[in-house]
T-cell receptor, first 114, second 109 residues
């Protein structure tokens, strides 16, 4: 089924550990995004990429890094996890850049940092 | 600052109609989105409004008034499967998406 695949679905992580959340799409969308979703708050953009080879910072980029080596993959790395990074992380893609199009979301990665 | 306001939670009866409101204060406006998110699942696109007026799509309609900074999502003939959170998001002048915290809709039989 075409769409966005995220892995892992769920992870418990010790503080200070490094973690990479994987995101792969097969829709050939140019734009990809990483969001975090916390209870009582709207989705917050961490990083984005308008096209392969380029990335940009969103609203809450500190403690996170991304890369976009090709069109399909957009991994999110936590270099040294902290408890405040406990959240549900959603990867999304869009056929249009600049947020002007419909976003397609992955199923989410639930991360708990202890 | 930029702000999107939605009710936290609403309850409605199966078969009825419910209106979920969204008010926004943003630096500029380039469109408003509604997404549906079932518990534990990904958000899915419902509608996009950039001009004033009502957009109808089956049982769901979305209305926009740019002068009032206001939108609503209207759900008719409610079904149990409509129990979900409904997220309002506004595209500001820099084409940044500003998201509301979502409205949890509970449908009772």
């Amino acid at each position: 089924i075409a769409g966005i695949t995220q892995a892992p679905t769920s992870q418990i992580l010790a503080a200070g550990r490094r973690m990479t959340l994987r995101c792969t799409q097969d829709m050939r969308h140019n734009a990809m995004y990483w969001y975090r979703q916390d209870l009582g708050l709207g989705l917050r953009l961490i990083h984005y990429s308008n096209t392969a080879g380029t990335t940009g910072k969103g609203e809450v980029p500190d403690g996170y890094s991304v890369s976009r080596a090709n069109t399909d993959d957009f991994p999110l790395t936590l270099a040294s996890a902290v408890p405040s990074q406990t959240s549900v992380y959603f990867c999304a893609s869009s056929d249009e850049t600049g947020n002007t199009g419909e976003l397609f979301f992955g199923e989410g990665s639930r991360l708990t940092v202890l | 600052g930029q702000n999107i306001d939605q009710p936290t939670e609403m309850t409605a009866t199966e078969g009825a109609i419910v209106q979920i409101n969204c008010t926004y204060q943003t630096s500029g406006f380039n469109g408003l989105f509604w997404y549906q998110q079932h518990a534990g699942e990904a958000p899915t696109f419902l509608s996009y409004n950039v001009l004033d007026g009502l957009e109808e799509k089956g049982r769901f309609s979305s209305f926009l008034s740019r002068s009032k900074g206001y939108s609503y999502l209207l759900l008719k003939e409610l079904q149990m499967k409509d129990s979900a959170s409904y997220l309002c998001a506004v595209l500001d002048s820099n084409y940044q998406l500003i998201w509301g915290a979502g409205t949890k809709l509970i449908i009772k039989p």
